[in-house]
């Protein structure tokens, strides 16, 4: 149960991260 639940925290994590390198990747590239 406690792993899930850090596997959780870490996908929105990763989603984060994701989603701000795409952010970043795409004002660097217009």
Known sequence: KL???N???NS???R???GF???SI???NP
């Open 16 to 18: 984060a991260c994701s």
């Open 12 to 14: 929105d994590l990763v």
């Open 3 to 5: 792993m899930a639940q």
């Open 7 to 9: 596997w959780h925290k």
């Open 26 to 28: 795409s004002q660097i």
């Open 21 to 23: 390198l795409l952010r």
